[in-house]
């Protein structure tokens, strides 16, 4: 069974939030689209370099893997032990970081040959990850984002997530887009867009229609996956099995 399943009491105070009129809400137009494995179990996704890094989840396929972006091509790779469940990556320095979901044990590898440098270990459970340009920043499905010392790699404190001051849980992959933490919310089509020094919602990304229905057979899991080329502005989106990944303009809706 893949993570817990979202109560409805989160849902409805999910789809509360998303219409509080202090929140804008965006939509979305399609820039480009591209191939994407439809074998991948999206975890976690960062752009660096002109290059995709995306980590894959799931018992036994698992894995951390360098992508060409235009083709969907997966270039370099590594799988992780068969009882280990993927999730969240990011890179730091020369490194990258990467999260398993509830074996509590993280991982280094090398970021120009994958090779496995050390493991450490946490508290609860691995979802997302990204950066600021100081500090890791975590998820674990919860409404609270830790923020960890990337020497250490220890936590170093928490932050709640709010929207209209109700927590905001299921909180999953992450990524750090010009000063804000966009948060993937599981099992919905909706990203969060988080002030990380308060943790309130200063907007929802609706993602409804991105896949279009030809794609959605049965294998198409939820949307999952947010990459940011800071240098060019360009948001990149997909979903777990998708066989599309998405470049995305923002467009506010209200």
């Given at each position: 069974?893949?993570?817990?399943?979202?109560?409805?009491?989160?849902?409805?105070?999910?789809?509360?939030?998303?219409?509080?009129?202090?929140?804008?809400?965006?939509?979305?137009?399609?820039?480009?689209?591209?191939?994407?494995?439809?074998?991948?179990?999206?975890?976690?996704?960062?752009?660096?370099?002109?290059?995709?890094?995306?980590?894959?989840?799931?018992?036994?396929?698992?894995?951390?893997?360098?992508?060409?972006?235009?083709?969907?091509?997966?270039?370099?790779?590594?799988?992780?032990?068969?009882?280990?469940?993927?999730?969240?990556?990011?890179?730091?320095?020369?490194?990258?970081?990467?999260?398993?979901?509830?074996?509590?044990?993280?991982?280094?590898?090398?970021?120009?040959?994958?090779?496995?440098?050390?493991?450490?270990?946490?508290?609860?459970?691995?979802?997302?990850?990204?950066?600021?340009?100081?500090?890791?920043?975590?998820?674990?499905?919860?409404?609270?984002?830790?923020?960890?010392?990337?020497?250490?790699?220890?936590?170093?404190?928490?932050?709640?997530?709010?929207?209209?001051?109700?927590?905001v849980t299921q909180l999953n992959e992450l990524e750090w887009v010009d000063g804000?933490?966009?948060?993937?919310?599981?099992?919905?089509?909706?990203?969060?867009?988080?002030?990380?020094?308060?943790?309130?919602?200063?907007?929802?990304?609706?993602?409804?229609?991105?896949?279009?229905?030809?794609?959605?057979?049965?294998?198409?899991?939820?949307?999952?996956?947010?990459?940011?080329?800071?240098?060019?502005?360009?948001?990149?989106?997909?979903?777990?099995?998708?066989?599309?990944?998405?470049?995305?303009?923002?467009?506010?809706?209200?």
């Open positions: 069974m893949v993570k817990r399943i979202a109560s409805l009491l989160v849902t409805l105070l999910l789809a509360g939030a998303a219409h509080a009129a202090d929140i804008p809400v965006y939509g979305f137009e399609i820039v480009r689209s591209y191939p994407h494995d439809p074998q991948a179990f999206t975890e976690g996704l960062f752009f660096k370099d002109g290059f995709l890094y995306e980590s894959t989840g799931l018992e036994g396929r698992s894995s951390v893997r360098k992508v060409r972006l235009e083709t969907g091509e997966v270039l370099q790779g590594t799988t992780l032990p068969s009882d280990l469940f993927g999730e969240g990556i990011v890179d730091w320095g020369d490194q990258i970081i990467g999260l398993t979901w509830q074996t509590q044990l993280g991982f280094v590898l090398k970021l120009g040959d994958f090779s496995f440098v050390k493991k450490f270990s946490y508290a609860g459970e691995g979802w997302g990850l990204t950066k600021n340009k100081t500090e890791l920043i975590q998820s674990d499905g919860t409404a609270e984002l830790r923020f960890i010392d990337p020497a250490t790699l220890k936590e170093k404190r928490r932050v709640k997530v709010t929207a209209d001051g109700k927590p804000e933490i966009y948060a993937n919310i599981w099992q919905t089509d909706r990203i969060a867009r988080i002030d990380p020094a308060s943790g309130k919602v200063l907007g929802w990304i609706d993602l409804t229609g991105l896949l279009s229905p030809m794609f959605r057979t049965g294998q198409v899991d939820v949307l999952n996956g947010i990459a940011y080329d800071a240098a060019t502005k360009r948001l990149f989106v997909t979903g777990k099995l998708w066989p599309k990944l998405f470049q995305i303009k923002l467009i506010r809706k209200k």
